[in-house]
């Protein structure tokens, strides 16, 4: 039984290889996918509470200045002459 070349050995064989590549394939994949999610769910969490994720405040992600500091903005002109022709 040095060399086996049975039908039944080179099935058995071909079958094992195929179980091999179809189960690492599906470990790849879930994997990159639990990868994927955990990244999104830690930014997710990051924007939602970066009190928790090494922010500083609230509103420290956001970036712009406040109506309150830098005034409403005005229009220059009226609205019915923005929309003529």
Request: no cysteine; charged share 20%.
């Amino acid at each position: 039984m040095n060399n086996p070349s049975g039908a039944f050995v080179q099935g058995a064989a071909a079958y094992g290889r195929f179980l091999e590549v179809f189960i690492d394939g599906h470990w790849w994949v879930v994997g990159d996918a639990l990868e994927n999610i955990g990244k999104t769910t830690k930014r997710l969490g990051a924007n939602a509470y970066p009190h928790l994720y090494g922010g500083a405040g609230s509103g420290s992600g956001l970036r712009g200045s406040s109506p309150v500091a830098s005034g409403f903005a005005t229009p220059s002109k009226e609205v019915k002459s923005r929309f003529k022709d």
